[in-house]
C-alpha cells in the first residue's frame, strides 16, 4: 500500500524509537502536523520560538542519551533553530531537525518563507539532507540517526520540501544501514594503548583530564575504575563534568580559564596528561605554548580532527573512550599487575591536596548574598542529584565550581559555543526525559532573557522545572572584563531595566520567589525546590562578584588571578 | 609552507562541492586551484585541490576532509608517484613581426595554437605545474591579454612490479 511523505516521516521516526518531537507549526509542515494525532506514542511539545525548541532537544538528548528531535517550518522557522544546532555541533550532542520547505518546484524562486537552509547550516551540522524524492524518505532518516548518534554525535538536519511530503510511495525500512563514506573508528589500536599503558608505568605524576567525550561514550564507570585503579588524580574541562564524582578523594577540579588553583597547577606539573575525550578549548588551555609544559601527551578521541588539532600530542589514540580506557586498563592489568601504584602516587596526590588547601575555590563572604553562596546551598538542598542546565556567563561559571557534579548527564551547559539562553529549554527537554527528576536552571538575569518564552511551554506541560536567578542586572562576565581588563569602563553590560521576575513567572502561571536577604536564601531555595509548580527563584546577589580563579584570554594557565 | 595536490573521491550529491569548499574556507585554509568531474563509478565525483600548507596545516586539511561525510577518500598525492597534468589557454598579443618567435615557443614546449585573429593567438599548453609556469614566464614578453588554467589533475601511477 502507497503511503504518503507524512505518514512515512512518523513511521520512521518511530522506528528510530522517537518519543518527543519539540516543534512550532508553519505551513511548509501542515501535512505532518495533520498525521501526527494519528500516533499518540509520538508526543509533540509545542515551545513558543524555534530556539527553544532546538535547546530543548538538546537538553533531552544531553539528560537521557538518546537522540532530540525537532520539527519546525520552513524559512524563518528553518534560521531560528541555527544557533541551537551551533550550539549542539560545537558539543558533539546527537539530534535530528526536520525543516519544512517550500514546494521543490518552487525552490530558488524565492518563494514565500523559503530559504536555502542546507546552504545555512552546512558548517554548524555533522551532516544535512534535502529530500527531493519521497522514495528516498526513510532512508533519508535511518541515516539522519545513524549519523547523529554514532562515532562522533552531532546534529543532522533534513530539510522536507512539501511536495515530497504529499507525495506517495510504498514504504519500505532499511533495516541496514552502512555508508562507505562514514566509517568511525571504534576499537582504538592496540599499540597505541600499549604505549599508553607504558607511559603510565614510566610517569611519576600522571594526571586525568576528563572532556565530554566521556559522558557521550558512557566511559564514566571505566574512567573511573582507571583513576581509582592507578590511584590517578582526576580533573575535567567543563564538559566533562559529572564525568567523575566531585565527591571522589581524587577529584580535583575544573581546568581552564575558571579552572581550580589545584587543578591548573597540576596541569603546569604533570608528566604525563590523559586526556580522554576532550578537544583542547582555548578556554581549556590558555596560551598554547605554556600548556602543560612538563608533560608527555596522551590524547583519547573518536574524532580524528581533534588531535594535534591545537595541541601536540605524543600519543595520540583514536577510538571510543570507553573501550579505550577499557583497553589500557586491561593492558595494566596484565603487564603491570605488581605495582604498588598507590604508593608511586601518594607523594603527587599530596602535592595536589597541598595546592587545593592552600588556594581553595572560595569568595569573601560580607553579609550580602553571594552567587557562590548560592550554588552551594542548592549543592546541599539537592544533595547534588539534581539535573542543572545554567546559560552562559559568570553563573555558569560559579555552577561549575561549586556545585558537586556526582554523576554523568548532571550538567546541561553549552560550552563550546557558549549560548546564552540554552538553560531554560534545555532544563524543559530534560525534565521531559525525566519527568521524577529534579531539574533546576541557574541562569543570570540577562541570560535567561534570551528564552524566557520558553516559560509558556514550562507551565503547559506542568514541568516543575526550577529556575534560580543569580541577579545581579549586570552582563556579569563581560562586566567583570570591563572592570579587570578595561579599567572600569563599563559599557552596555548594566541591565538595570529588567522586568520583576516573580510578577513574569506569575503572569504565565507559574511561581515566582524573591530572595533579598542571605538569611532568606536557604528556606525559600527550600520552598520552591519542593513545590510541584514550574518555578522562578529571583535571587538579588552581590552586584559586582567577580569569578575566581580567571586566567585573562591569552595567558598562561599559571598566571591565575586569585581571589 | 609547500604545495600539494589532494584528490578527493565524493559521492555526486547536491552541495558536495560547497561542503568541501565551506570546509576550506569555513577553517580558513587556501584553494589554489579547484577542479571536479566524474570517476570511472557511477554516483562518484573525482575532485582536485591544489593547496598550500606546513605540515600541521595539511594534516588538519586531510583529516578534515575525509571527516566530511559526503567524502569517501581524500588523498594527498605529495611524496608518492602520481602523474600530474594542467591545461591552459593564454591569448596573447601576436602582432607580425612577433609571430615567428611566438610560433616557435609554441613548437619548443608542443603547445598548440587553438584560434588566431589579426593580432591575437589563442595557445593551448598541457603539463605539469612546472611546465607550465615555464611557459607562462616565456610568453610574457609578448603580452598576454587573458588566462584560464584547470588547475592539475592527478592519478597515482600503476605499481611498476610484476606479481
Known sequence: MKQTGAWILLESLQREGVELLFGYPGGAITDILDELPKRPELRHILVRHEQGAVHAADGYARASGKVGVCLVTSGPGATNTVTGLATANCDSIPLVVLTGQVPTKLIGNDAFQEVDIIGITRPCTKHNYIVEDVRTLARTIREAFHLARSGRPGPVLVDLPKDVIQDVTEFVWPEDISLRSYNPTYKPHMNQLRKTAEALDAASRPLLLVGGGVILSNASAALTELAHRLSIPVTATLMGLGGFPASDDLWFGMVGMHGSYAANTALNTTDLLLCVGARFDDRVTGKLSAFAPNAKIVHIDIDPTSIRKNVQVQIPVVGDCRLSLEGILGICDAKYADRDWKGRHAEWIADLKGWMQERPLTFHENGNIKPQQVIRTLNELTGGD??????????????????????????????????????????????????????????????????IQELATAVANRLPVKVVILNNR???????????????RYYATNMDAQPDFVKLA??????????????????????????PATTFVDVRVEREENVYPFVPSGAALNEMLLV | MKRHVISILMENEPGVLSRVCGLFSGR????????????????????????????????????????????????????????????????????????????????????????VSPNEMIIEATGNHEKLEAILTLFQRFGIKELARTGPLAMLRSKKKVN
Open chain 2, 28 to 115: 580558513g585554509f587556501n584553494i589554489e586551484t579547484i577542479n571536479a568531474g566524474p570517476s570511472n563509478e557511477e554516483g562518484v565525483h573525482h575532485m582536485n585541490i591544489t593547496t598550500f600548507g606546513d605540515d600541521y596545516i595539511i594534516e588538519q586539511i586531510m583529516k578534515q576532509l575525509n571527516k566530511v561525510v559526503s567524502v569517501i577518500k581524500a588523498t594527498d598525492y605529495e611524496d608518492s608517484p602520481a602523474v600530474e597534468r594542467e591545461m591552459m589557454f593564454l591569448k596573447v598579443q601576436a602582432e607580425a613581426p612577433d609571430r615567428g618567435e611566438i610560433l616557435r615557443t609554441v613548437e619548443v614546449f608542443r603547445c598548440k595554437v587553438v584560434d
Open chain 1, 506 to 531: 506569575e503572569a504565565y502561571g507559574a511561581e515566582g520567589f524573591r530572595v533579598e536577604t542571605a538569611d532568606q536564601l536557604r528556606p525559600v531555595l527550600a520552598k520552591a525546590l519542593a513545590s
Open chain 1, 386 to 451: 539534581a539535573i542543572v542546565a545554567t546559560d552562559v556567563g559568570q553563573h555558569q561559571m560559579w555552577t561549575a565550581q561549586f556545585y558537586d557534579f556526582l554523576t554523568p548527564r548532571s550538567l546541561l551547559t553549552s560550552g563550546g559555543l557558549g549560548t546564552m539562553g540554552y538553560g531554560f529549554p534545555a532544563a524543559i527537554g530534560a525534565q521531559l526525559a525525566f519527568p521524577d527528576r529534579k531539574v533546576v536552571v541557574v541562569a543570570g538575569d540577562g541570560s535567561l532573557q534570551m528564552n
Open chain 1, 474 to 488: 549586570y552582563l556579569g562576565m563581560v562586566r567583570q572584563f570591563q572592570e579587570l581588563l578595561y579599567e572600569h
